[in-house]
C-alpha cells in the first residue's frame, strides 16, 4: 500500500511538471523604441535567441537581438548597422548565428554571439531572406528561403543551401510570377531532405517544393489551399508524413498528408486568425504550433490536435522546440512584447494499433510481452467503451520517460502497441493506464 501511494505521488508531480507552458522571464532592452518580437530560435535547455524590430520611424527599423544563456536573457549590443532591415535570425550555439535581411536580400554572420558581424552573401538588390535553418543534427548543413522581385512584384523563390556553416552558398531560383515564400514555412530534416511552401498572392494554386536528395534534384507540387497557405510546412523524419496551416480570413485548417505531399486533406479546422509557426520534433510524434492567440498540440503525427493551456492567450508570434534527451521536448514561445513561455513535455514515438473486432467485457491493462524485454516490448490493453485513453511508461523516480497515448479517444476494443526502449538503459519502468475512471499499472523490465 505504501508503495502504491509513492509511485501514485510520483505519476502526479510528473503530470503537474510536464505538458504545461508556463511565463519563463521577459526579454530586455534599453532603448527608448520599445522592440517587436518576430522569432525565438532554441538551442537547446540553455541557449536560445530571439529576433525583432525596433521602429525608430516609419523608414528606420533597426534589428533587436536577444540571447539567453545560462545567466538568463540579455540583449546583444552589436556592430551591425542599424539601418539594415532584419528579417530572421537562425543559430547553432552560443556563438554562431546568422541574421537574414531584406532590400537588400543578404545573409550576416556573427561567430562571437552576435557581437560583431559580417556580411556573408549578397543575394540580390530586392526581396527577403523569409527564414534560414540549420539541420539539428548537423549543424554544418543549413538552407535559406527568399523571395524573389521584379520591379515591384514577387516573381518566385530562391532556396539557398551550406554544408560548411555558410561559408558558401548554393542557390536555385523558381521563378514564378505572383509567388513568394509562404511565412516560416520550411523544414530540414537532414543535409538531404528539406521542404518549402510557396504562397500564390494571385490566388489559385499553391506550390510546395522539396528535394530528398540534397538539391540534385527538386520535386514542385500544387496545392490547393485556396488564398492563404501553405504556411509554416512541417515533415515527419521518414519523409511522408506533413502537415501545414493553411488560412483565408478567420478561418484556419491544418492540412495533412501521409504520402509525401501527393495528397493533402485537412485534419484540424478552427478560428485561429493568424497562424503563426509550427515545429516538428524529428524522431518523435510531437508537433507543436501557435497563432496569435493559441498554442496548439499533436501527439500523433498530426492526425487530431488539442488545444493547450498556460499559454498567453494573445500577441504569440513564435515558437520553438527541441528533443533534449530520450524524454524530454523543451520549447518556447513568444510573444510579440517580449514575453517568454516555456514548456516541458514528454516524447511520444509510437502508435496505437486496434486489434480484433470483438468488444471485450471489461477494462483491463495485459502484462506486456515479453516481460524481460530488449529493447522492444508490446502492451495490450482492453476498453470495454469509447474513452480517453492515456497510457505511459514512468521509471522508478516517477519520472514520465514515453507517451505512448495523451489523452486519444479510442473506440471499444482491443489495442496493442509496440514500445522501442533501445535509447533507455536497463531497469525497472512502469506502463500506467488512464482510460475513463479506471487506472492500472504494470511493471515491465528492461534487460540489455
Not at 10 to 27: P, R, T
Not at 126 to 142: A, R
Not at 297 to 313: E, F, H, V, Y
Request: charged letters at 15%.
Amino acid at each position: 500500500m505504501k508503495k502504491s501511494f509513492l509511485i501514485s505521488l510520483y505519476f502526479i508531480l510528473s503530470i503537474n511538471i510536464f505538458s504545461q507552458w508556463s511565463l519563463e522571464a521577459i526579454m530586455p532592452y534599453d532603448s527608448v523604441h520599445s522592440p517587436i518580437v518576430r522569432q525565438v530560435c532554441v538551442v537547446d535547455s540553455s541557449i536560445s535567441w530571439a529576433f525583432g524590430i525596433m521602429l525608430i520611424n516609419q523608414n528606420y527599423r533597426s534589428p533587436y537581438i536577444c540571447r539567453r544563456t545560462i545567466i538568463g536573457w540579455r540583449m546583444v549590443q552589436s556592430d551591425l548597422n542599424p539601418a539594415i532591415r532584419g528579417q530572421c535570425i537562425a543559430a547553432t550555439d552560443s556563438m554562431n548565428v546568422w541574421l537574414g535581411t531584406s532590400h537588400p536580400e543578404e545573409i550576416y554572420y556573427s561567430s562571437n554571439g552576435g557581437i560583431n558581424w559580417t556580411l556573408q552573401l549578397h543575394i540580390a538588390d530586392t526581396g527577403y531572406v523569409e527564414e534560414i535553418m540549420f539541420s539539428k543534427q548537423d549543424p554544418q548543413i543549413g538552407y535559406a528561403f527568399g523571395d524573389m522581385a521584379i520591379n515591384g512584384m514577387w516573381n518566385g523563390v530562391r532556396i539557398l543551401k551550406t554544408t560548411n556553416r555558410g561559408l558558401n552558398w548554393q542557390i536555385w531560383e523558381f521563378e514564378n510570377y505572383g509567388f513568394s515564400c509562404a511565412d516560416r514555412s520550411m523544414t530540414v530534416i537532414d543535409s538531404n531532405r528539406a521542404w518549402f511552401g510557396v504562397l500564390n498572392l494571385l490566388g489559385g494554386l499553391a506550390k510546395i517544393i522539396n528535394t530528398t536528395n540534397g538539391g540534385l534534384n527538386w520535386i514542385v507540387r500544387d496545392v490547393n489551399v485556396g488564398y492563404g497557405g501553405p504556411f509554416s510546412i512541417q515533415f515527419s523524419q521518414d519523409n511522408n508524413i506533413g502537415v501545414f496551416f493553411g488560412q483565408e480570413n478567420a478561418n484556419s485548417w491544418i492540412y495533412r498528408t501521409t504520402n509525401s505531399g501527393i495528397n493533402w486533406s485537412i485534419a484540424y479546422s478552427t478560428t485561429y486568425y493568424y497562424s503563426k509557426s509550427m515545429r516538428w520534433i524529428q524522431g518523435t510524434s510531437n508537433i507543436y504550433g501557435c497563432s496569435e492567440f493559441v498554442l496548439i498540440r499533436s501527439t500523433d503525427d498530426g492526425l487530431t490536435w488539442r488545444t493547450m493551456t498556460g499559454g498567453p492567450g494573445i500577441d504569440l508570434e513564435s515558437l520553438d522546440a527541441v528533443r533534449l534527451n530520450n524524454e524530454t521536448i523543451y520549447s518556447l514561445a513568444v510573444t510579440r512584447d517580449r514575453r517568454v513561455y516555456k514548456l516541458l513535455d514528454t516524447v511520444r514515438v509510437i502508435g496505437i494499433e486496434n486489434i480484433g473486432t470483438s468488444i471485450p467485457g471489461e477494462f483491463r491493462l495485459h502484462q506486456n510481452y515479453p516481460n524481460p524485454f530488449n529493447p522492444y516490448t508490446t502492451i495490450e490493453f482492453d476498453i470495454p467503451k469509447n474513452s480517453n485513453v492515456v497510457l505511459k511508461v514512468y521509471d522508478v523516480l516517477g519520472r514520465a520517460v514515453a507517451v505512448l497515448s495523451e489523452n486519444e479517444f479510442k473506440n471499444a476494443g482491443s489495442y496493442k502497441v509496440k514500445w522501442n526502449a533501445s535509447s533507455f538503459s536497463s531497469g525497472v519502468y512502469f506502463c500506467r493506464i488512464q482510460a475513463g475512471n479506471f487506472v492500472d499499472i504494470k511493471k515491465m523490465i528492461l534487460v540489455k
